[in-house]
């Protein structure tokens, strides 16, 4: 029976074209199969929404703790990116597939199946180096029997909101904070029993879209 605890999100009151979004996604590598799945759903999600490939850069850090400090450098080397409209730490021609190939080496860490594909022929479609129009940070806390989880859980949480209040780009809080692996399996749609459970990186690819479409039309 699926878990009634676990919700997605409801559809928005009008649809949202992403097609002219630069969006980066930052994702902790604790908890890589549940991080795997994440990214998976939130990536297929974006483009579904019309975000363009090369327009989607993906980093990794260690664990959730550094997802803060990795979001607020993102944005300022976007706006430094492209200010200068050069060539920067953030490789203006990098695309989806090179990035991701780049933290793919693990053994633990398969190839995703945009991995696998062999590489279209001919020049890449050239990136954009316009500021990211929203950060999705991804992590996954699992509860064990100390405080650790509860102090990572606060301080990321609060580091995460800091840092799109500071800077003006929403960041999309993309960690899951659970209490057993198989609840983060089932948020991630990986759960062992017979609902697979939910996928929410899809929901965090639908809130990048939207909040960023917002963004430019409030200010
Ligand atoms: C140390 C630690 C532990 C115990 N658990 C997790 C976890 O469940 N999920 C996660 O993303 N990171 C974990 N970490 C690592 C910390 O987030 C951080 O990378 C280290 O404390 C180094 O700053």
């Not at 793919?104 to 316009?130: C, F, H, I, L, V």
């Not at 929403?170 to 749609?189: H, I, K, M, N, S």
């Not at 697979?196 to 899809?202: L, S, T």
Request: aromatic fraction near 4%.
């Amino acid at each position: 029976m699926s878990d009634p605890t676990i919700k997605g999100l409801p559809p928005p009151p009008k649809s949202y074209d992403g097609s002219g979004l630069r969006i980066a996604i930052v994702h902790a590598r604790w908890n890589d199969a549940v991080i795997k799945a994440l990214l998976d759903g939130t990536v297929r999600k974006l483009k579904e929404q019309g975000v363009k490939e090369e327009n989607i850069v993906v980093k990794s850090v260690p664990g959730s703790y550094e997802l803060p400090f990795a979001c607020k450098q993102l944005i300022e080397g976007g706006k430094t990116q492209s200010a200068n409209a050069a060539p920067s730490m953030l490789a203006s021609t990098t695309n989806l597939l090179s990035l991701i190939d780049s933290s793919a080496g693990s053994a633990d860490r398969p190839a995703t199946p945009a991995q696998s594909a062999s590489k279209p022929s001919g020049s890449a479609p050239t990136a954009s180096t316009a500021p990211f129009d929203a950060i999705i940070a991804i992590g996954c806390l699992i509860k064990g029997s100390t405080m650790h989880f509860e102090y990572i859980c606060d301080a990321v949480t609060h580091g995460l909101m800091r840092v799109q209040l500071d800077t003006g780009t929403p960041v999309v809080f993309g960690v899951l904070t659970a209490l057993t692996d198989e609840q983060a399996l089932q948020r991630a749609g990986i759960g062992k029993g017979e609902s697979k459970g939910h996928n929410h990186g899809e929901d965090w690819a639908l809130a990048a879209v939207e909040l960023s479409a917002q963004t430019a039309e409030w200010s």
